[in-house]
Structure formats: C-alpha cells, structure tokens
C-alpha cells in the first residue's frame, strides 16, 4: 500500500486566492453575462460567458486558467474568441477572484464539471460543442474535462503544458542551477504522485481522441522549455505546435497575434463544429 501524503502543503506553495477582477469583458467592448456557476460542494464560481460576435458560432472555448491571478487577468483573449466564430466561458477556480472557497486541486473536478454542465444547460446548441483550452496549470483541469466530455469535445489547446514530476526538476535545472536538479525531481515525484487523479495528465491523455494545438514560449522563464517539448512528445496524433514569441504570459494572444491566427485556422478545420455562417 503506497503513502499517500496530505497535499495542503501543495496546495499553498503553489495556489493561492485572488481578489476579484477590477475589470470586465465590457472595457474591451464585449457583451458578456455575469455568471455564479453552483457546483455540487455547494459553492458558486464567477465566470463570464461571452457570446461570438458573428451571431453565428460553431462552439464554445471553455478556458481553464493558469495558477496566479483572475479571469481579469485574460481579457485580452476575449476578443480573439468572440470576434471569430466562437463564444467564451472563462472561469475562476474555487479560491480565485469572485469564486468562493480557498484554493484547492481537489476542487478542480467539481469546478470542471460544473461549469460543463452549465454550458450543456444552455439552449444553444453551440454551447454543447467545446475546445478546451488550458493555460499553464489550467492545462492539467483542460485535459482531464476533454477525457470526461468525449462526446462534446471537439479540440484542445495547451499553453506552457507540462508533466508534474518534471517541471521543478528542469526548472532548477534550466534557471537556477543543475545541482539542484535532484531535488527538484525528488519533490516533483511527490507532488505528482499524491496530486487527485482528476489532475494527472498520464491519465487523462490516453482518453483524448481529439485534435491538440500546443503553444510553447520560446523564451519561457516559468515553465522550461523542455518540459513543454516532453510534454507536446507525449501526445498523440492528430496534434499541432506553435512556437510564440515571448515569455510566459496570460496576455499571450495579444503579444504573438500570429498565435491567435493559427489557433483558429486549426480550430475550424476541426470535425463536429456547427457549420460556418454562407
């Protein structure tokens, strides 16, 4: 029988709460609902939902965000989506900005499934046809929600993806110092395997039959390079890679427009979208 280690030390090394936004989707121009999302532990989630601006979508991106911040923080991502073919819900994970509770990784699955099924709520049939998109640690709830939904899922894309057992390790080793690798990938091993498995991309990767789009920065400070590459390695086919400009960051779309291209071109060659607007 294995040791199973109590993960509230991860859960305050590596997550921690965020006041609520100090901005909305409308200080960049978007209409959007306001959302209180209930979960099935009896909490609520602040999200927005941001409907496409062509009046005709053929999904819905469904954005897991990354550990620091709000969905404040990724305003300028909105617009990438609704200004397509494709509405937006973006939430906050238990903990985060508006949402109650505190900071969690085994409140991930309820927040994931809960803000799926508020969109499989919805009367729009676009509503119930989603990409996933996971930025840096909202790649690991993006992954497991893909596996769970196979049925409404079309695509998935990753920003900064990794495997946990790898990051800390090649993180010291890359930008602090290689002596110190060993250690890294000593705790990485331990947080790993004591991480819900609604968190571990080993398991959820085997049920993903559908298309990835992986971004890696190519001048990454937080998540080394190399553990993105190992990560994109690891995955099956059909997949795709770009390689943005820039460092690690939640204004990413914004700061490498050619990414935001090449996302949609990807995404709406993908099967089980609703048809495009004549």
Not at 147 to 154: F, S
Request: glycine fraction near 10%; include cysteine.
């Amino acid at each position: 029988m294995g040791c199973q280690i109590d993960t509230q030390g991860w859960d305050l090394l590596l997550l921690r709460s965020w006041p609520p936004p100090e901005s909305s989707p409308a200080d960049v121009g978007l209409a959007f609902e306001d959302l209180r999302i209930p979960t099935a532990d009896g909490r609520e989630l602040a999200a927005w939902f941001v409907p496409a601006l062509s009046g005709n979508p053929r999904g819905t991106v469904l954005f897991h965000t990354g550990a620091e911040g709000n969905i404040g923080r990724y305003l300028s991502t909105l617009p990438w989506a609704a200004e397509s073919d494709f509405n937006l819900l973006i939430y906050d994970y238990q903990g985060f900005g508006a949402s109650d509770g505190e900071p969690n990784f085994r409140n991930f699955e309820p927040d994931a499934h809960a803000v799926v099924n508020y969109l499989l709520s919805r009367p729009e049939p676009s509503a119930h046809v989603l990409i996933h998109l996971g930025g840096s640690l909202g790649s690991l709830p993006a992954l497991s929600t893909a596996a769970a939904y196979p049925d409404e899922t079309v695509g998935v894309v990753i920003y900064g993806g990794f495997f946990p057992e790898q990051v800390g390790g090649l993180w010291l080793e890359t930008f602090v110092c290689p002596l110190l690798a060993p250690l890294g990938y000593l705790s990485g091993l331990v947080w790993a395997g004591n991480l819900p498995d609604f968190v571990n991309p080993h398991i959820a990767i085997p049920h993903i039959q559908d298309p990835f789009f992986v971004v890696i920065p190519e001048d990454d400070t937080i998540v080394p390079v190399e553990a993105q590459t190992n990560f994109f390695a690891a995955l099956p086919e059909p997949k795709e890679l770009y390689w943005a400009q820039g460092d690690h960051s939640p204004n990413a779309i914004e700061d490498d427009p050619g990414m935001g291209i090449a996302i949609l071109q990807w995404a709406n060659q993908l099967d089980g979208l609703l048809p495009a607007e004549p």
